[in-house]
């Protein structure tokens, strides 16, 4: 059978489901923590977040360029975050907790990152859209923007999800 995550969505998260994903987001997975990764928005299906620069993320120590990595990770983050968010609202007829269980499911089985332009200036937006939540896999699309909304990097994923 073949399930799709409608874009225009009306669920609404409870607020113990927005709080255990912040909360795994922000907590359980330090490594958000180091790259200063925060959450700004969470629908079904959909997440956006920033990153502000700080010298620890610097790639390129003569242009003050944001490390190829940093966005690497940002990008695989909200995606994921993203189909946690998906699969939330999939099942709504579960209590929180037990949606917030199926994270542990969760896990990448394919990044493509496209690096279009130098990522440099004071912070950056990420964007990501499920484009297909299966019972097995879900397939998303991420954007990395500049403050100016200047696209910086594309990237596609796969995440086991079951």
Known sequence: MKRTVASDSNVEFEPEFLAGLTRIFDELIPFNKVLGLTIKSLKPG??????AMRP?????????????????????????????AAIGARHMDE???QRLARFEKLGTIDLRVDYLSSAMGEHFELHSTVLRLGSRVATT??????????????AAAAYIVS
């Open 46 to 51: 959909n997440a956006t977040g920033s990153i």
């Open 95 to 97: 209590p929180p907790e």
């Open 141 to 154: 699309r991420m954007e990395f923007f500049s403050a100016t909304g200047k696209l910086l990097a594309a």
């Open 56 to 84: 620890e993320l610097i790639g390129h120590y003569g242009y003050n360029r944001l490390h190829g990595g940093v966005i690497s990770a940002g990008l695989d983050a909200m995606g994921g975050i993203a189909v946690l």
